[in-house]
């Protein structure tokens, strides 16, 4: 397991669309989230939230800065969840997958929530992996529904 994907916020870097993008070198979709995120293609980069290489928006998250502080892995280790970091995500498909992420990984422990989050995005029709706010799959193109 990379314990650099474990976002503390809950979400899970190996799902990420940036991190995969990155990972795998696919412009087309670097360029994608280059428009949606507002940056340069050039700037969808990222090896997971606690590597030395984060996505812009990682780099400055304040829920990132308070479990450092705290000496917590993540948000799952902390009494104060939902905090105020949490309700103001500014992304609400991010604050949705983080309320419902965050108690899996208490429940679960990291190890199997890692193996839960995999599992969860992956495409119904063909099983191929997908990104954290997929509507079509890459490979078949089939129109998929996960949060």
Known sequence: MNTELLAPCGLY?????????????????????????????????????????????????GIRSCIMEKNYEGCH?????????IDDFPVPVGK???????????????????????NRYKCPHCSDPLFRGARRCASCKELVEID
């Open 13 to 61: 870097c190996g799902v990420c669309g940036v991190y995969m993008a990155s990972r795998d070198n696919n412009q087309k979709l670097k360029d994608k989230l280059a428009k949606a995120y507002g940056v340069n293609p050039e700037q969808i980069a990222c090896k997971g939230c606690l590597s030395n290489e984060k996505f812009v928006y990682c780099e400055a998250c």
């Open 96 to 118: 949705k997958v983080i309320l419902r992420s965050v108690p899996d990984r208490k429940k679960l422990g990291t190890e199997k929530w890692v193996k839960e989050e995999e």
């Open 77 to 85: 280790q902390c009494n104060e969840f939902p905090c105020q970091l």
